[in-house]
């Protein structure tokens, strides 16, 4: 039960305020590779298989480091965690221009893979910790719809503009690490680590080393990381590989490939907010069924659409308003309600890290083989096995949405009078 005279409303405001905005930077950061690839592809030499590497090593670090980072949050706390991770990926961004090469590069994106996977679970943890229980979901969600504003939505149209006012695209990078270390500074000023509770969404500083196992007692767990591979391999592949395709095979212009790409943010920003809410309504399950289901359709129809830009921006903007959707519900409302008492940065971390291993990061890597050896417009249908995949493994699910569950058992009470 809330407790609204003993709670910091002032604190939470600021709090949940500069985690989104961290947040939405770890996306700005991660994703404004993508539509500057084709200029980068020009200067140094790159194919379509580097582009998919590129995003897949990041992927693969974030995941790994999301897994090994979540259980030190649980027992340290996120502040520190949260400021030197902000630091550290904020300046690796900038480094990106300064790359002469493809070995460079992916040096550069796997080591700021560590330091955004290990600022996720912390960010989430934190968000979690300095909410309001009966604002927890709402405050979830409007973090997560950060990254996709900022990252999906916003990072095209920044990044093909700043390409009109500066030299080149290394200088598009080297401008990046500003906002990031100005949010590390607000951080070390304004966080707290909060006391641990019993509650859930909060940490336990005394956790025995077999009680993280426990994580895989719940059924919903194993099926939300096996989603979040199926949603990730959709739009990540998606993410990474559309730029270049409106470029390559549509040839749009940098601008108008700027703005239909941006539906994949402002389509993210919509669903983080949009899905998690329908679930509390119609339930984590039925949600999750419908999201997946609709994303397949919508972009069987995009890979048919040619080069019409307001009707690729309608597609895109229903493509990932459910699959960007999907992955906010499935590590947001379906990871906190699944996660053991005190693991929940833990939980957090292994289900966003195992779906960035392998749906963010091997997934690219082979678009990227079949964009280089069978063309780009085949890397869709990857996407779409993924997506429709994903229809079937959420029937699994078991549904824990507080008021689905309620009507449940009302219903169990009745017909057993």
Same mark, same amino acid.
């Given at each position: 039960?809330?407790?609204?005279?003993?709670?910091?409303?002032?604190?939470?405001?600021?709090?949940?305020?500069?985690?989104?905005?961290?947040?939405?930077?770890?996306?700005?950061? +991660?994703? #404004?590779?993508?539509?500057?690839?084709?200029?980068?592809?020009?200067?140094?030499?790159?194919?379509?298989?580097?582009?998919?590497?590129?995003? !897949?090593?990041?992927?693969?670090?974030?995941?790994?480091?999301?897994?090994?980072? !979540?259980?030190?949050?649980?027992?340290?706390?996120?502040?520190?965690?949260?400021?030197?991770?902000?630091?550290? @990926?904020?300046?690796?961004?900038?480094?990106?221009?300064?790359?002469? /090469?493809?070995?460079?590069?992916?040096?550069?994106?796997?080591?700021?893979?560590?330091?955004?996977?290990?600022?996720?679970?912390?960010?989430?943890?934190?968000?979690?910790?300095?909410?309001?229980?009966?604002?927890?979901?709402?405050?979830?969600?409007?973090? #997560?719809?950060?990254?996709?504003? $900022?990252?999906?939505?916003?990072?095209?149209?920044?990044?093909?503009?700043?390409?009109?006012?500066?030299?080149?695209?290394?200088?598009?990078? #080297?401008?990046?690490?500003?906002?990031?270390?100005?949010?590390?500074?607000?951080?070390?000023?304004?966080?707290?680590?909060?006391?641990?509770?019993?509650?859930?969404?909060?940490?336990?500083?005394?956790?025995?080393?077999?009680?993280?196992?426990? %994580?895989?007692?719940?059924?919903?767990?194993?099926?939300?990381?096996?989603a979040m591979l199926c949603a990730m391999s959709g739009i990540f592949v998606v993410g990474a590989m559309v730029p270049t395709?409106?470029?390559?095979?549509?040839?749009?212009?940098?601008?108008?490939?700027?703005?239909?790409a941006s539906a994949l943010g402002f389509g993210g920003f919509i669903g983080s907010f949009g899905l998690s809410g329908l679930?509390?309504?119609?339930?984590?399950?039925?949600?999750?069924?419908?999201?997946?289901?609709?994303?397949?359709?919508?972009?069987?129809?995009?890979?048919?659409?040619?080069?019409?830009?307001?009707?690729? @921006?309608?597609?895109?903007?229903?493509?990932?308003?459910?699959?960007?959707?999907?992955?906010?519900? $499935?590590?947001?409302?379906?990871?906190?309600?699944?996660?053991?008492?005190?693991?929940?940065?833990?939980?957090?971390?292994? %289900?966003?890290? %195992?779906?960035? %291993?392998? /749906?963010?990061?091997?997934?690219?890597?082979?678009?990227?083989?079949?964009?280089?050896?069978?063309?780009?417009?085949?890397?869709?249908?990857?996407?779409?096995?993924?997506?429709?995949?994903?229809?079937?493994?959420?029937?699994?699910?078991?549904?824990?949405?507080?008021?689905?569950?309620?009507?449940?058992?009302? +219903? +169990?009470?009745?017909?057993?009078?």
């Open positions: 039960m809330d407790t609204p005279g003993k709670h910091d409303s002032a604190y939470e405001f600021k709090t949940v305020l500069l985690l989104a905005v961290g947040f939405g930077l770890v996306g700005l950061d +991660r994703w #404004m590779v993508a539509p500057l690839f084709p200029y980068m592809m020009r200067d140094l030499g790159l194919n379509f298989q580097q582009l998919g590497n590129l995003i !897949g090593v990041l992927a693969i670090a974030w995941g790994a480091w999301a897994i090994a980072s !979540g259980p030190i949050s649980d027992r340290i706390g996120c502040k520190k965690i949260l400021v030197w991770t902000m630091i550290a @990926f904020s300046l690796l961004s900038s480094f990106s221009g300064l790359a002469t /090469g493809f070995a460079s590069l992916m040096l550069i994106r796997g080591i700021m893979g560590v330091a955004e996977g290990a600022f996720t679970p912390a960010s989430v943890a934190a968000t979690s910790e300095a909410s309001l229980a009966s604002r927890r979901g709402f405050n979830l969600g409007f973090q #997560m719809s950060m990254f996709s504003l $900022l990252g999906l939505g916003v990072a095209p149209i920044l990044a093909t503009q700043l390409l009109r006012i500066v030299p080149s695209w290394h200088w598009v990078f #080297m401008v990046s690490a500003v906002p990031g270390l100005i949010v590390a500074a607000l951080y070390a000023r304004i966080l707290r680590d909060r006391p641990r509770t019993g509650t859930v969404g909060a940490s336990s500083l005394n956790h025995p080393k077999v009680q993280w196992r426990s %994580i895989f007692a719940s059924r919903n767990v194993v099926v939300a990381i096996a395709y409106l470029v390559a095979v549509l040839h749009l212009n940098a601008q108008s490939m700027g703005f239909v679930s509390d309504y119609v339930g984590r399950k039925v949600a999750a069924i419908g999201a997946f289901a609709v994303a397949a359709v919508l972009l069987f129809v995009f890979a048919r659409t040619g080069a019409e830009p307001a009707k690729l @921006f309608a597609l895109l903007f229903g493509i990932s308003m459910c699959s960007i959707g999907l992955l906010s519900l $499935l590590s947001g409302p379906i990871a906190t309600e699944a996660a053991p008492t005190g693991l929940v940065a833990s939980t957090i971390g292994l %289900i966003s890290g %195992i779906g960035e %291993i392998f /749906g963010g990061g091997v997934a690219p890597a082979i678009a990227g083989y079949v964009a280089q050896n069978f063309g780009l417009p085949h890397v869709f249908y990857f996407a779409l096995g993924g997506l429709a995949l994903g229809v079937f493994v959420v029937l699994a699910l078991v549904e824990t949405a507080p008021r689905r569950r309620g009507r449940s058992r009302c +219903r +169990r009470k009745n017909l057993s009078k």
